[in-house]
């Protein structure tokens, strides 16, 4: 309702205390006004805290509680502890742990103080994610059945560490090892791989699994490997006749050496393959020989016989003289008979008067033999053009491997 003023000395004065009243009224509505269609925050009602205990996640409506002690930002971005502490109530899933800094929030109908921790993977309320490289521990592990045979998700215990293995820090963990389907994992002692930390979705629990591919062929695989006498991968053993002993859980122990697989009965022997010949050939080359203590005879040599003096018989009472007869044997081919010729001197003791003699033939024969060491020398044995097939040596070897449990399953 309008108030009427009379233009008097006294409601002038009464105007000027009813309009200083009004402003003083508007001046005091005002901050309520912005703060309703503005939302700003009142003193106090947006605070940054620390932790001063651990405070559990939330559970379905139950909250649980701990003590915050209120920190004061400077203008250069360093947080000091004001010694001034509330009770806070953990509004999120995941659990604070002593000494974190979070956000504190002041609910308007109970004036209590809340705060909440982001939770892992970011689930639709923009969180993040605990992504570490981690290093194995030991050899992967798996439940009853491998992966690829429908048994569940395999795991290895692991410790955090920096990306080149070292700076381990920590106490052990399990790490779920997740692979296509009809794969199994390989993961052994020493390992470095990434891992995340996820979020269950029925009961909000975390844990981690690796994100890198940890992925290998099912147990069991055979395959062929190339090379000179190639070592297998890790998880791989040579099917050689002898299981891989260093794991707790081997190979099959099947002999594939020199053998081709076969398609037949189970419990029959695996075909073999037989070395091909090497082929034989002459070389048209020089050939060198050697020969020691090569004995040698020679027939026919050049030799004298003795000179023989046959006396002469007579019907004179004196001598009759003396013949010699003197042979030799003379140089021929040693392919024809020996020849002698045979010269007859006769000595005149006071007659003269010859003799005849004839030689029906005959001949002689020298045998000398001689004992030497032959000297090294080379015969060349001349060829006709011809070719050769040699036979190449393998330098590189075509290996069967198998995929072995290389797991701490035992």
């Known amino acids: 309702m309008a108030t009427s003023y009379t233009l008097t000395k006294s409601a ?18 005002a901050p309520s006004i912005i703060r309703a269609s503005r939302r700003t925050p009142m003193r106090d009602d947006l605070l940054i805290g620390k932790a001063t205990e651990a405070v559990a996640g939330r559970s379905g409506a139950n909250l649980s509680s701990g003590s915050f002690t209120v920190q004061e930002l400077s203008g250069a971005g360093v947080l000091t502890d004001t ?95 997740p692979v296509p389907e009809n794969t199994d994992p390989n993961v052994i002692t020493g390992q470095v791989f990434a891992a995340v930390e996820i979020t269950d ?47 707790t859980a081997s190979g099959t122990s099947i002999n594939m050496a020199g053998r081709v697989p076969l398609a037949g009965t189970p419990g029959t022997a695996a075909g073999t393959v037989s070395p091909s010949a090497t082929t034989s050939s002459t070389t048209p080359d020089t050939v060198t020989t050697s020969s020691v203590a090569a004995a040698v005879s020679i027939s026919g040599a050049s030799a004298n016989t003795s000179t023989v003096e046959t006396g002469i018989e007579s019907t004179d009472s004196e001598s009759a003289g003396t013949i010699t007869a003197t042979s030799e044997s003379l140089n021929h081919d040693s392919a024809g008979p020996d020849m002698t010729d045979v010269v007859t001197e006769v000595t005149d003791d006071g007659f003269d008067h010859t003799h005849s003699l004839t030689d029906p033939g005959h001949q002689h024969e020298v045998t000398v033999s001689v004992t030497g060491t032959a000297d090294a020398h080379t015969h060349t044995v001349p060829g006709d053009p011809h070719t050769h097939d040699i036979e190449h040596q393998a330098t590189m070897t075509l290996s069967f491997i198998e995929r072995i449990d290389n797991s701490n399953y035992a």
């Not at 002038?12 to 509505?29: I, V, Y």
């Open 12 to 29: 002038l004065e009464q105007l000027r205390k009813d309009h200083h009243q009004l402003r003083t009224q508007l001046q005091a509505l």
């Open 83 to 177: 010694a001034r502490s509330h009770t806070v109530f953990n509004i999120g899933e995941e659990d604070i742990s002593s000494g974190d800094y979070f956000p504190l929030e002041r609910d308007y109908k109970s004036s209590r103080w809340v705060a909440r921790k982001p939770a892992a993977g970011g689930g639709g309320g923009g969180g993040t994610a605990d992504v570490v490289y981690v290093k194995a521990q030991e050899y992967w592990q798996h439940g009853v059945n491998y992966p690829s045979a429908g048994g569940g998700m395999g795991w290895v215990g692991v410790k955090k560490c920096d990306r080149d293995g070292t700076g381990e820090t920590g106490a052990e963990f399990d790490v779920y090892l």
């Open 201 to 247: 979705q029925s009961d909000s629990a975390t844990s981690y699994a690796a994100v890198s591919d940890v992925s290998d062929a099912p147990i069991g695989t055979v395959r062929m490997i190339t090379g000179n006498a190639p070592t297998a991968a890790q998880g791989w053993a040579a099917m050689d006749g002898a299981q891989d002993d260093t794991k």
